[in-house]
C-alpha cells in the first residue's frame, strides 16, 4: 500500500496534464475511483480486515481504469499512450499476489501489460517505434515476473513462520500438559503415600498402646490432608504464615509416641504459600513418623528456623540409622514423601543416614536464595 501510495503521487504530473490531452470529467472520475479503492484498501489493511478483500479491489480498480483509459481513447476523450494509472500498475501485481496468491499476480501482470501495449500501438498512440513498443513490454513482462516472485517469497516465508509458531505453541502446550500431569501424579502418590498407606502399614503392625496412639494422630493428619486436597480442587491457595507452620508442627510432634526436641526461629511475619508449608508439614511428619517407627531408643530434634530468606526444617535422631541404598520400599518412601514432595512445592530436600549413626532429614523452602514475603 506504501508503494501504490508513493507511485500515485509519482503520477501527479500526469495526473495533472493540460486539459487537451485529458477530459477533465473523465481525469475527475478515474482519479476519484482510483483514489476510492486506495482509500478502502488502506482503511482494511489498518483495521486488519477484510485485507485480501481491499487488495483485491485495488487491483481490479487498476485493471479497470486501463480498460477505461482504451474505451476513451476510443472515443477521443484523451490522447497520447501513456495512461497515468499505468504507474499503478507495479502495486496492483503486488496487491493481487498477497491477495490471492502467485498465480493472482501473474495473471495481473499479464493483462495490465497487454492493455499498455494496446495503448501505445492504437491509432490514437503518438506513433512510437515497434522495436521500442517490444522492449518495453518485455521489461513490463520481466519486472512483473519479479515482483510476482518476491512477492511469493515472502509469503512463503511467513507462512513458514507461522507454521513454526504454531508447531512452538503447540509443543509448548503439550509439555505444559505433560507437566501438569506429572505435578498432579507426583501429588496423588505423595498423598496416597503419606497419608494412606504410610496410616495402613503402620496400623498393621499396632501393637501397643503407644503405636495405636501413633495410627491415631497419622489418622487425623490424613483426614485433614485428603479434605483440604478435595476443597481445594487445584486452585490457587493463599499464604500461610510461618509461625502457623511452627504450631502445626510442633503440634504434630507432640502428638507423636517418641519425644522430640523442638526449636523454633522464625519471623513473626513471615508468610509462604499455602502449598509449601503443606509441603513442609508433610515431609517433617513423614521424617518423624519414620524416626519414631525406625530409629529405635534415641535423642530426636525438630528445628524450624529460616537463614537468610529461606525456610530450614530439620529433623534428626542419634538411633539406628538405615542404608539408603537398601531395598525399593525404603527408596520409594523417603522419595516420594519427601524429597519429590519437596522439590514439587519449589524446594529441595537431603537426606544423610548411616546404619550406627542416626538419620538427617534437611529441607529447604525455596530451594536457592529467597526472600521471605
Known amino acids: 500500500m506504501a508503494f501504490a501510495i508513493a507511485t500515485f503521487i509519482e503520477a501527479g504530473p500526469i495526473i495533472t496534464a493540460p486539459a487537451g490531452s485529458v477530459d477533465p470529467v473523465f481525469n475527475a472520475f478515474g482519479v476519484g475511483g482510483i483514489v476510492g479503492v486506495l482509500l478502502t484498501a488502506l482503511l482494511a489493511v489498518a483495521v486488519g480486515r477484510p485485507v485480501r478483500l481491499g487488495l483485491a479491489l485495488f487491483s481490479f480498480a487498476v485493471v479497470l481504469g486501463l480498460f477505461v483509459w482504451l474505451i476513451a481513447a476510443g472515443l477521443g476523450a484523451v490522447t497520447g499512450s501513456s495512461p497515468w494509472v499505468a504507474r499503478l500498475v507495479p502495486a496492483a501485481i503486488a496487491a493481487a499476489s498477497v491477495a490471492g496468491s502467485w498465480p493472482a499476480g501473474a495473471a495481473i501482470a499479464v493483462l495490465c501489460t497487454g492493455l499498455q501495449l494496446v495503448t501505445r500501438i492504437g491509432p490514437w498512440s503518438a506513433g512510437e517505434g515497434r522495436l521500442a513498443v517490444a522492449l518495453d513490454t518485455a521489461a513490463a513482462l520481466v519486472t512483473g515476473g519479479i515482483i510476482v516472485a518476491v512477492v511469493g517469497v515472502l509469503l512463503a516465508h511467513a507462512a513458514r513462520l507461522d507454521r513454526d509458531r504454531d508447531a512452538a505453541a503447540a509443543r509448548f502446550r503439550s509439555v505444559s500438559r ?3 500431569i506429572e505435578a498432579e501424579r507426583l501429588q496423588v502418590d505423595a498423598l496416597v503415600h503419606d497419608s494412606v498407606l504410610t496410616t495402613l502399614l503402620t496400623a498393621a503392625r499396632a501393637r501397643d498402646p503407644e503405636s495405636q496412639a501413633l495410627v491415631a494422630t497419622m489418622a487425623r493428619d490424613a483426614l485433614e490432608r485428603l479434605g483440604r486436597a478435595a476443597e481445594e480442587d ?3 491457595d493463599g499464604t500461610v504464615a510461618l509461625t502457623r507452620l511452627s504450631d502445626r508442627l510442633e503440634r504434630s510432634a507432640q502428638e507423636l509416641s517418641a519425644e522430640f526436641q523442638v526449636t523454633v526461629d522464625v519471623p ?5 504459600p499455602g502449598s ?7 515431609a517433617t511428619l513423614q ?6 517407627q525406625h530409629a529405635g531408643p534415641a535423642r530426636r530434634r525438630l528445628h524450624v528456623g529460616w537463614r537468610e530468606g529461606t525456610v530450614v526444617v530439620e529433623v534428626d535422631d542419634d538411633g539406628v540409622g538405615f542404608d539408603l541404598g537398601a531395598g525399593r520400599g525404603v527408596r520409594m518412601g523417603v522419595r516420594f514423601s519427601i524429597l519429590e514432595r519437596m522439590r514439587h512445592a519449589g524446594g529441595s530436600a537431603t537426606v544423610e543416614s548411616r546404619l550406627g549413626a542416626g538419620t538427617r532429614v534437611h529441607l529447604v523452602w525455596p530451594d536457592g536464595p529467597g526472600d521471605l514475603p
Open 287 to 292: 521424617a518423624m513418623v519414620n524416626s519414631a
Open 178 to 180: 505433560r507437566e501438569a
Open 268 to 272: 513473626a511475619s513471615g508468610r509462604i
Open 234 to 236: 487445584g486452585t490457587p
Open 276 to 282: 509449601a508449608a503443606d509441603a513442609l508439614h508433610a
